[in-house]
């Protein structure tokens, strides 16, 4: 496009533009989304008018912000049912930035009519329909729903991961999909362990997640490619069978190696963290034998402290 644009400049430099009071409008489906005029956009020199190319770039980047929507993926919503996927749409900036400059100098419209892409969903209702058909494994923890910061915090990260389907070949981490726990995000302060001490952190109890996550996916014969353990037991899963997360250290990745996709399902409800893990009835696959865990509560905080969970990663 850089060619395009030179191959323009070096016919059309010479040329002296005709005022012109319309704008350059952008309309998608009937309707204006932007709109700019030449004296917007232009160089402040005297003589031949050249577009200033940062200006330019400043209001298309303005237009994105206003037309660009990333497309939805289809769900499955509290009572079973499947929300469709919405498409999306995203600026043709090469197309927009070619018709701008025959305008510019005077070689075409002022309107430029649905210069856009169509951006199709990961996840459509019909393959969600299929992947939520068969469970092949599924693991419940439990935790003190009393303690409100670290419940609100299990709660944000069980609906991070809830509803994502994992296609054939994929890699999932915890961290990717997650996300950075913030106070922006809605993460509040609760007991984490940071280089092997116990203090209050944004984001405290995601490891629950993650572990409960962990045991799911195993059980599903899922290849586990991470998987770190605290330094010491936790109380919400048995021995060794903990996965320890934090953003910019550990994380938990599995990949899927399977001919169909799977999907994850994840919720956390009245003291319990529930991950099932679904595919299509066709899958053939090995369950691997992972122990529950008991559902007696542990005396939460003041034995969280005294066992010091770890190294690294949120409680």
Same mark, same amino acid.
């Not at 935790?143 to 419940?151: D, M």
């Not at 010491?232 to 060794?240: L, M, W």
């Given at each position: 496009m850089g060619t395009v644009i030179m191959t323009w400049l070096l016919l059309l430099l010479q040329m002296q533009p005709m005022e012109q009071a319309e704008p350059f409008r952008i309309v998608i489906d009937g309707k204006e989304v932007a709109a700019v005029h030449k004296q917007d956009v232009t160089l402040p020199f005297s003589g031949v008018p050249v577009v200033d190319e940062s200006k330019l770039q400043g209001w298309i980047e303005s237009v994105k912000k206003v037309a660009d #929507?990333?497309?939805v993926n289809a769900i499955i919503d509290d009572a079973g049912k499947i929300i469709p996927e919405k !498409? &999306?749409?995203q600026i043709n900036e090469a197309q927009v930035r070619l018709s701008f400059y025959e305008y510019y100098y005077e070689a075409g419209t002022a309107k430029l009519e649905n210069p856009t892409r169509i951006l199709m969903p990961k996840v459509d209702q019909g393959l969600l329909a299929h992947v939520r058909k068969k469970r092949i494994g599924q693991y419940t923890t439990y935790?003190? =729903? #009393?303690?409100?910061? @670290? =419940?609100h915090n299990i709660k944000l990260a069980s609906e991070a991961i809830n509803n994502y389907v994992l296609l054939p070949g994929?890699?999932?981490s915890f961290n990717k999909v997650v996300g950075k726990r913030t106070r922006a995000k809605g993460y509040l302060e609760a007991p984490v362990i940071v280089k092997g001490e116990l203090s209050e952190g944004i984001g405290g109890g995601i490891c629950q997640v993650s572990s409960t996550l962990f045991n799911a996916v195993d059980r599903a014969g899922i290849h586990i490619v991470k998987r770190y353990s605290h330094s @010491?037991?936790?109380?919400?899963?048995?021995? &060794?069978r903990d996965a320890t997360v =934090?953003?910019?250290g550990p994380d938990l990745v599995f990949q899927n190696k399977y001919p169909y996709p799977v999907l994850i399902r994840a919720k956390s409800i009245y003291g319990q963290v529930y991950v099932s893990i679904h595919s299509f009835p066709e899958l053939e696959y090995?369950? #691997?034998n992972v122990p529950g865990v008991s559902k007696e509560l542990p005396e939460e905080i003041k034995e969280?402290? !005294?066992?010091?969970l770890g190294k690294n990663g949120d409680l």
């Open positions: #929507r990333p497309p !498409k &999306g749409l935790f003190n =729903s #009393r303690n409100h910061n @670290r =419940s994929e890699m999932f @010491r037991e936790v109380p919400y899963v048995p021995p &060794g =934090s953003w910019n090995e369950p #691997r969280e402290k !005294k066992q010091a």
